[in-house]
């Protein structure tokens, strides 16, 4: 039977991949400090990323490992940090011979082509933190042409779906109309913006991870090109939960006062460009090559809704 090893298992991403892979009857091994069982099947590894000696014990016997980790959201510790557990993945795979899916998002791409991203659009990132994602994607595509590594970063945009823990969308939006407060956005509320639907994102990923094809290539995961702004998103789950709430937009003024008492809010000013100006992931590269379809934003609201 083959392993497939998840690298920062039990996210929203690490959670959906294990369900693909439990469909297909495939051996799942959760890493994390304290990981937890998605399906009774799963080999349970506790690892620090951190350490090269634990992360290369995590991935033994591994046919396709899954780097899907998301660690503190401070462009201070990704800079420390990123770097070292790119570089114990790396040796590890390497070691190992087992293939490498790097779960990726949009920050090393240049802010000026936020309007059409594709897999071609060029790494040219200003904020600190597309820096870091830029050293590390590096750092994989030299292992790459070396020849020492196989591997394939699968791209998403912000994601939502059920249950989602640390999106925005959710946050927001979702929660907040649930809750019978008035949603909130970040500098503009007219500006378009992808998302990406969370069971799309791990049946894409593990499907491209199965293809014989897909490697050593980056892809966007399927994504709903309709790409609501978020006072489309507000209306849709107004619709869908007859509610008639209205959209609170922060500016950025209030963003970077609020930064001094937020943790989590001093970290956004630096890329008030995905929120500020029209944000759209093309998928169509795998949608073409796999057959992948999106799901549309309204069904993705509703199931988040439970509806």
Not at 81 to 107: G, Q, S
Not at 141 to 147: D, H, N, P, Q, T
């Given at each position: 039977?083959?392993?497939?090893?998840?690298?920062?298992?039990?996210?929203?991403?690490?959670?959906?991949?294990?369900?693909?892979?439990?469909?297909?009857?495939?051996?799942?091994?959760?890493?994390?400090?304290?990981?937890?069982?998605i399906?009774?099947?799963?080999?349970?590894?506790?690892?620090?990323?951190?350490?090269?000696?634990?992360?290369?014990e995590?991935?033994?016997?591994?046919?396709?490992?899954?780097?899907?980790a998301?660690?503190?959201?401070?462009?201070?510790?990704?800079?420390?940090?990123?770097?070292?557990?790119?570089?114990?993945?790396?040796?590890?795979?390497?070691?190992?011979?087992?293939?490498?899916?790097?779960?990726?998002?949009?920050?090393?791409?240049?802010?000026?082509?936020?309007?059409?991203?594709?897999?071609?659009?060029?790494?040219?990132?200003?904020?600190?933190?597309?820096?870091?994602?830029?050293?590390?994607l590096?750092?994989l595509?030299?292992?790459?042409?070396?020849?020492k590594?196989?591997?394939?970063?699968?791209?998403?945009?912000?994601?939502?779906?059920?249950?989602?823990k640390?999106?925005?969308?959710?946050?927001?939006?979702?929660?907040?109309?649930?809750?019978?407060?008035?949603?909130?956005?970040?500098?503009?509320?007219?500006?378009?913006?992808?998302?990406?639907?969370?069971?799309?994102?791990?049946?894409?990923?593990?499907?491209?991870?199965?293809?014989?094809?897909?490697?050593?290539?980056?892809?966007?995961?399927?994504?709903?090109?309709?790409?609501?702004?978020?006072?489309?998103?507000?209306?849709?789950?107004?619709?869908?939960?007859?509610?008639?709430?209205?959209?609170?937009?922060?500016?950025?003024?209030?963003?970077?006062?609020?930064?001094?008492?937020?943790?989590?809010?001093?970290?956004?000013?630096?890329?008030?460009?995905?929120?500020?100006?029209?944000?759209?992931?093309?998928?169509?590269?795998?949608?073409?090559a796999?057959?992948?379809?999106?799901?549309?934003?309204?069904?993705?609201?509703?199931?988040?809704l439970?509806?």
């Open positions: 039977m083959k392993l497939h090893t998840i690298l920062g298992a039990n996210g929203n991403i690490g959670d959906a991949i294990s369900h693909e892979l439990n469909l297909k009857s495939i051996q799942v091994r959760q890493v994390s400090r304290n990981p937890t069982k399906h009774e099947t799963d080999q349970l590894f506790a690892a620090d990323l951190l350490h090269p000696a634990q992360v290369a995590a991935v033994k016997g591994s046919d396709i490992v899954y780097l899907c998301g660690i503190t959201y401070s462009a201070k510790i990704w800079e420390r940090d990123w770097p070292i557990i790119m570089r114990n993945t790396l040796d590890a795979c390497i070691a190992e011979k087992c293939k490498l899916v790097f779960f990726d998002n949009m920050y090393a791409l240049d802010p000026e082509a936020i309007g059409h991203l594709t897999e071609k659009t060029p790494m040219n990132p200003k904020s600190r933190k597309g820096k870091v994602r830029k050293q590390i590096e750092m595509l030299k292992e790459v042409i070396s020849g590594l196989t591997a394939l970063v699968a791209r998403a945009a912000d994601f939502y779906g059920p249950k989602a640390n999106s925005f969308l959710h946050e927001l939006v979702i929660d907040r109309i649930k809750a019978g407060k008035n949603p909130q956005w970040l500098y503009s509320g007219t500006k378009k913006h992808s998302f990406t639907y969370i069971p799309d994102a791990g049946r894409a990923t593990v499907l491209l991870a199965l293809h014989e094809n897909s490697w050593n290539e980056t892809w966007n995961l399927p994504t709903d090109p309709s790409y609501p702004s978020g006072q489309e998103i507000t209306q849709l789950v107004n619709e869908l939960l007859g509610k008639n709430t209205t959209l609170s937009v922060l500016p950025g003024f209030l963003i970077w006062i609020l930064g001094w008492f937020i943790g989590p809010l001093k970290e956004i000013p630096e890329l008030k460009y995905q929120t500020s100006e029209d944000y759209c992931l093309d998928s169509s590269k795998i949608e073409n796999l057959g992948l379809k999106p799901t549309p934003i309204r069904e993705g609201l509703k199931a988040c439970n509806l």
